[in-house]
């Protein structure tokens, strides 16, 4: 499985950005879904994850009531809307998929497919 994210970009606090992980080379309607994200100088974080029926979602305090994750497994693609982005957000955003008992899907080592990340730069 390759896993494609896309999306990033420059935007203003504020504002908003939709970021698009595409599987392919096989599906991923089965596997968990994930995003996380890395700023320089620090260490990769965990920002939402989506079950594998996609009727749970879970995200850290930090992106709640921001951040919103979906899949569509129709198109083999997970989203993540970005809304009220602030200066924090930026880093480099990247997409995982792992099979996982639900409790650990905010833990990295539990992914086994990693996307090559998009980078969001959100300016003040």
């Known amino acids: 499985v390759q896993l494609q994210a896309s999306g990033g970009g420059l935007v203003q606090a504020g504002g908003s950005l939709r970021l698009s992980c595409a599987a392919s080379?096989?599906?991923?309607?089965?596997?968990?879904m994930g995003w996380f994200r890395q700023a320089p100088g620090k260490e990769r974080e965990f920002v939402a994850a989506i079950s594998w029926s996609g009727s749970s979602t879970v995200s850290p305090d930090s992106v709640k009531g921001r951040f919103t994750i979906s899949r569509d497994k129709s198109k083999n693609t997970v989203y993540l809307q970005m809304n009220s982005l602030k200066p924090e957000d930026t880093a480099i955003y990247y997409c995982?998929?792992?099979?996982?008992?639900?409790?650990?899907?905010?833990?990295?080592?539990?992914?086994?497919?990693w996307g090559q990340g998009t980078l969001v730069t959100v300016s003040s």
């Open positions: 080379g096989g599906t991923v309607s089965t596997y968990t």
């Open positions: 995982a998929a792992g099979r996982m008992i639900w409790g650990f899907a905010a833990n990295t080592r539990h992914y086994d497919y």
